[in-house]
């Protein structure tokens, strides 16, 4: 089966501009989670949807960021404007819904370098 | 906020011997997950242990969990260089929210 497609792989832009980030998670999969990686941290949580309904974004900076999964399928995660901080890798993640929960598959990430 | 907590932060060893890491958490949790993320690469899940459950084997791997002290631990038997990398653990409760620790880098030496 495909895994978990992200792109572009890296992007290098000024402080203060926007950029978008795209996911197409494994077919089938209800929910899509997007992480952010500072390097030497483990992810953390910005969002997470099942089909295109938010379950979580208690921790997405919703002044500058936002995402959207649409028809419950593909995902973009934008933020507007950039700043120094906001360098590091974003993690898309699916996985299919599934009572206890189930394991995560994961893509192989955007690095970001805000310059 | 990070739910689990790996200790220790880094870890090396050589090759041929045993590698344990530690997951301390702190809410009640449906699942815990360990995963694998090479340097640069994404992350890979290794093996789920469920809160009912309070050990789980998968090759060399393998996971204890006790949810009295809200703890686990991964062991890798007769490690390899190839077994080089970060290890996270995830606890996911309710609402499948999946919340990673800070990770343990393991080092192998040949």
């Known amino acids: 089966e495909a895994g978990v497609a992200q792109s572009p792989r890296y992007k290098i832009i000024e402080k203060r501009q926007s950029v978008a980030f795209w996911c197409n998670p494994i077919s089938g999969h209800a929910t899509l989670y997007w992480y952010q990686q500072i390097l030497g941290q483990g992810p953390k949580l910005l969002i997470q949807?099942?089909?295109?309904?938010?379950?979580?974004d208690s921790q997405l900076p919703k002044d500058r960021f936002s995402a959207e999964r649409l028809k419950g399928v593909d995902s973009t995660l934008k933020i507007q404007p950039a700043k120094l901080e906001d360098s590091a890798v974003y993690l898309c993640?699916?996985?299919?819904?599934?009572?206890?929960?189930?394991?995560?598959?994961f893509g192989q990430g955007t690095r970001l370098t805000v310059v | 906020s990070q739910q689990g907590e790996e200790d220790p932060q880094a870890l090396s060893i050589q090759e041929g011997e045993n590698a344990t890491m530690n997951c301390s958490y702190k809410?009640?949790?449906?699942?815990l997950q360990w995963y694998r993320q090479n340097s640069g690469r994404g992350l890979v899940h290794l093996i789920l242990?469920?809160?009912?459950?309070r050990e789980k084997h998968s090759g060399r791997l393998r996971v204890t969990l006790d949810t009295s002290k809200k703890s686990s631990s991964l062991l890798i038997t007769a490690s390899r260089a190839a077994d080089t990398a970060s290890y996270f653990c995830?606890?996911?409760?309710?609402?499948?929210?999946?919340?990673f620790g800070k990770g343990t880098k393991l080092t192998v030496n040949p």
């Open positions: 809410t009640s949790i449906n699942n």
């Open positions: 949807f099942q089909n295109n309904g938010v379950v979580d």
């Open positions: 995830a606890t996911q409760g309710g609402s499948e929210k999946l919340v």
């Open positions: 993640a699916s996985s299919s819904w599934g009572g206890p929960g189930g394991l995560a598959f």
């Open positions: 242990i469920r809160s009912n459950e």
